[in-house]
Every structure is written in structure tokens, then in C-alpha cells.
């Protein structure tokens, strides 16, 4: 739900902010974290005690990102188009990660998602700002 959220907020920021700024979203793919002591509780119990060696040579027997490979792709993403060899962003565009090698953004998705829409993308913007009245300056 939380991934979901973040790709309808984007999209949102995308359409309010066009023309001044490009708002965009990223699935990083399976990545070798914590997220995962709800469904394997044995396999977080084990990642806790990994050194990050360990962790990465994990990731790679499982085929999956380190932490560390799924924080490149937010960066990754902020300077593509501009260094004059990749592909400039689209805005409000959803970017799979989990679709390429670390080290590179993926390709953008452009099929369809049911829950993702006008309408859900400003509730979540609406109830974000409730959410943060008291916080925000």
C-alpha cells in the first residue's frame, strides 16, 4: 500500500507542479531488507545478524538488490537526461527498477494499473496534507 501511495502521490505532484519541476516514481524490485519479517519471519531474524558482505552476497545468490542498489535508483533518476547520454524522464512516470541490471533506472511502465488514477492520486495528496498541517512551515 505504502509503494502505492508514493507512485499516486508523484503523480499528483506531477500534475500540480507541471512545467516547473518532473515528479517521478520508482519500484527498486525485490530487495534483500527487512520487509520481508512479516511473511519471513526466519529470513529477517537471519538478515539481522549480516554483515553487509553478507547481505550482498545474498542478494546475488537470490538475485536480488542490496539495500544500497535499490538507494541508487532515486539518484539514478534525478540525473537522468541531463548528463547528455540517457533518456530524459517523463513526468509522473512509474520507473521499474526491478526490470534492470543495479546501476541502471528500467524502463518506464506505461500499461495501465486500475488503482492508479486522477482521483486516487489527489485523495492521497489531500489526506497527506491533513495528515502534515501541524508539521509543515
Same mark, same amino acid.
Given at each position: ?38 511473511? *519471513?519471519?526466519?529470513? @529477517? /531474524? =537471519?538478515?539481522?545478524?549480516?554483515? #553487509?558482505? &553478507? *547481505?550482498?552476497?545474498? @542478494? /546475488? =545468490?537470490?538475485?536480488?538488490?542490496? #539495500?544500497? &542498489? ?68
Amino acid at each position: 500500500l505504502s509503494k502505492a501511495c508514493n507512485v499516486l502521490f508523484s503523480d499528483e505532484l506531477s500534475r500540480r507542479e507541471s512545467g516547473k519541476i518532473k515528479a517521478v516514481s520508482v519500484d527498486p524490485g525485490p530487495t534483500v531488507s527487512q520487509i520481508v519479517r512479516y511473511e *519471513l519471519p526466519q529470513r @529477517a /531474524k =537471519q538478515r539481522q545478524g549480516m554483515s #553487509p558482505e &553478507q *547481505l550482498a552476497r545474498q @542478494a /546475488k =545468490q537470490l538475485r536480488l538488490r542490496t #539495500p544500497q &542498489q535499490a538507494a541508487e535508483l532515486p539518484t539514478l533518476l534525478a540525473y537522468a537526461g541531463i548528463d547528455g547520454q540517457s533518456q530524459p524522464l517523463t513526468n509522473g512516470g512509474l520507473y521499474l527498477g526491478a526490470a534492470a541490471p543495479p546501476g541502471y533506472t528500467g524502463p518506464l511502465w506505461d500499461q495501465p494499473i486500475p488503482w492508479r488514477d486522477a482521483a486516487s492520486a489527489s485523495q492521497v495528496w489531500e489526506q497527506s496534507n491533513k495528515l502534515l498541517k501541524d508539521f509543515v512551515v
